[in-house]
């Protein structure tokens, strides 16, 4: 691992936080790997859990499918399956993986030790967490990888975990979040409905294209803004 830098938040999103975007946002954000602090965009966080199969074969499918169209992946390091989203999304292009850890840059102690080395040689990792601060901050992780996020996949989530709080920050802050169609399958999922009802959308098969577009559609909307302000 090169040397864990900091960067600001204003850097990372390319532009002052503004409105709900400014409580979410650490003053400072620490980071490793070539990519640099410069977060490739669009940036579409896949997210997770339990790690059953079948949805570890959704988080595959979506990471290849959006790595192979061009946005990055992000995830957080902590969860099995965004772990997945993260390792197929740098098999399938380079560059193209961002991981957020809840512990320090140079913690090799915890989660995924090879994909922290990966990343930091082939990606992006960041942290809210300072150097030597070695206090997990899961919460923290979540809040930053969904203010970083142009949009957030969800695939699987018990209703109670990191999962579904980065699902609700990013429809607070305004991102759209999309969630694999077979969480409605499941009775007992009220998370998936939950979500739906507070703005997010279902995602099968056809719809990374739509996604996509839509980002680019967005994108293309704040760039008119920006230029007109």
Same mark, same amino acid.
């Not at 002052?16 to 790997?33: H, K, Q």
């Not at 969630?179 to 999922?189: C, I, L, N, S, Y």
């Given at each position: 691992?090169?040397?864990?830098?900091?960067?600001?938040?204003?850097?990372?999103?390319?532009?002052?936080?503004?409105?709900?975007?400014?409580?979410?946002?650490?003053?400072?954000?620490?980071?490793?790997?070539? #990519?640099?602090?410069?977060?490739?965009?669009?940036?579409?966080?896949?997210?997770?859990?339990?790690?059953?199969?079948?949805? #570890?074969?959704?988080?595959?499918?979506?990471?290849?499918? #959006?790595?192979?169209?061009?946005?990055?992946?992000?995830?957080?390091?902590?969860?099995?399956?965004?772990?997945?989203?993260?390792?197929?999304?740098?098999?399938?292009?380079?560059?193209?993986?961002?991981?957020?850890?809840?512990?320090?840059?140079?913690?090799?102690?915890?989660?995924?030790?090879?994909?922290?080395?990966?990343?930091?040689?082939?990606?992006?990792?960041?942290?809210?967490?300072?150097?030597?601060?070695?206090?997990?901050?899961?919460?923290?992780?979540?809040?930053?990888?969904?203010?970083?996020?142009?949009?957030?996949?969800?695939?699987?989530?018990?209703?109670?975990?990191?999962?579904?709080?980065?699902?609700?920050?990013?429809?607070?802050?305004?991102?759209?979040?999309?969630?694999?169609?077979?969480?409605?399958?499941?009775?007992?999922?009220?998370?998936?409905?939950?979500?739906?009802?507070?703005?997010?959308?279902?995602?099968?098969?056809?719809?990374?294209?739509?996604?996509?577009?839509?980002?680019?559609?967005?994108?293309?909307?704040?760039?008119?803004?920006?230029?007109?302000?």
């Amino acid at each position: 691992m090169g040397p864990v830098r900091a960067v600001s938040i204003e850097a990372l999103l390319g532009r002052r936080p503004s409105g709900r975007e400014a409580e979410a946002a650490p003053d400072i954000v620490w980071w490793d790997g070539p #990519l640099g602090p410069a977060v490739v965009r669009p940036l579409v966080a896949v997210v997770g859990s339990p790690e059953t199969p079948s949805a #570890l074969a959704a988080t595959s499918w979506a990471a290849r499918s #959006l790595a192979a169209r061009g946005p990055a992946v992000a995830g957080c390091t902590f969860r099995p399956l965004d772990r997945a989203a993260l390792h197929v999304a740098m098999a399938t292009r380079e560059l193209s993986a961002v991981g957020i850890s809840p512990s320090p840059v140079q913690d090799l102690a915890g989660d995924d030790p090879f994909l922290r080395m990966a990343l930091s040689e082939a990606g992006l990792l960041l942290s809210p967490s300072p150097p030597l601060d070695y206090r997990v901050d899961a919460a923290a992780a979540d809040s930053l990888l969904a203010l970083l996020a142009d949009a957030v996949v969800v695939v699987s989530s018990t209703g109670r975990d990191g999962a579904t709080a980065a699902a609700r920050t990013a429809l607070r802050l305004g991102r759209p979040v999309w969630v694999w169609k077979d969480a409605f399958e499941d009775p007992g999922a009220d998370w998936a409905r939950a979500l739906e009802g507070e703005g997010a959308r279902r995602l099968d098969v056809r719809g990374v294209d739509l996604l996509i577009a839509e980002l680019a559609r967005r994108r293309f909307r704040s760039s008119i803004i920006n230029n007109n302000t």
